[in-house]
T-cell receptor, first 112, second 114 residues
Framework: NAGVTQTPKFQVLKTGQSMTLQCAQD?????MYWYRQDPGMGLRLIYY???????DKGEVPNGYNVSRLNKREFSLRLESAAPSQTSVYFC???????????FGSGTRLTVV | GDSVTQMEGPVTLSEEAFLTINCTYT??????LFWYVQYPGEGLQLLLK?????DKGSNKGFEATYRKETTSFHLEKGSVQVSDSAVYFC?????????????FGTGTKLQVIP
């Protein structure tokens, strides 16, 4: 009963390096999301995918790109990491109903 | 736009004390309301929800009632335990463009001491 799986759990990058955060869900949900969590700011939506084949910007998309690879997988890419992207990143999935999100356990990213 | 305001923490309580975490919201539509809990080093977990006015969501001894007239969804528990120490997020969701659009509060950290 995996739910939403994120990899890696921890990552340290140097400024300017690139990386991809992976997310996969096994609940056959249509919608997937990427959030970042920073102290005192709650969760902020980076990108979302309402359904397979679509992606849209959220509140803070600058510096990120996403790919909805198939219904299960939704990846987040940092092309040129900056210290301001140091954060905890959460992937989530849901159906278009009122039953809430299922979250992954997060990726703690530090950019030095 | 939609927004959620919850009381700032941290909230520190002794074990078996009564807990209230206030949450109010503004929304253009008719939202569903949620409380999520985040334990240290983990992702958010859905704690309880309510989808219409006067509904009461409950789980693990926690309760919250959807109050449309006061646009509130306060979280309560009669007797907290040390294991309840976590960050609690109030949230609302509306269905928009075929997906569930969720707005989160900034979170309230609860610390329960023995």
């Amino acid at each position: 009963n995996a739910g939403v799986t994120q990899t890696p759990k921890f990552q340290v990058l140097k400024t300017g390096q690139s990386m991809t955060l992976q997310c996969a869900q096994d609940m056959n949900h249509n919608s997937m999301y990427w959030y970042r969590q920073d102290p005192g700011m709650g969760l902020r939506l980076i990108y979302y995918s309402a359904s397979e084949g679509t992606t849209d910007k959220g509140e803070v998309p600058n510096g990120y790109n996403v790919s909805r690879l198939n219904k299960r997988e939704f990846s987040l890419r940092l092309e040129s990491a900056a210290p301001s992207q140091t954060s905890v990143y959460f992937c989530a999935s849901s159906e278009p109903d009122s039953y809430g999100y299922t979250f992954g356990s997060g990726t703690r990213l530090t950019v030095v | 736009g939609d927004s959620v305001t919850q009381m700032e923490g941290p909230v520190t309580l002794s074990e078996e004390a009564f807990l209230t975490i206030n949450c109010t919201y503004t929304a253009t539509g008719y939202p569903s309301l949620f409380w999520y809990v985040q334990y240290p080093g983990e992702g958010l977990q859905l704690l309880l929800k309510a989808t219409k006015a006067d509904d009461k969501g409950s789980n693990k001894g926690f309760e919250a009632t959807y109050r449309k007239e006061t646009t509130s969804f306060h979280l309560e528990k009669g007797s907290v335990q040390v294991s309840d120490s976590a960050v609690y997020f109030c949230a609302l969701s509306v269905i928009s463009g075929g997906y569930q659009k969720v707005t989160f509060g900034t979170g309230t950290k609860l610390q329960v001491i023995p």
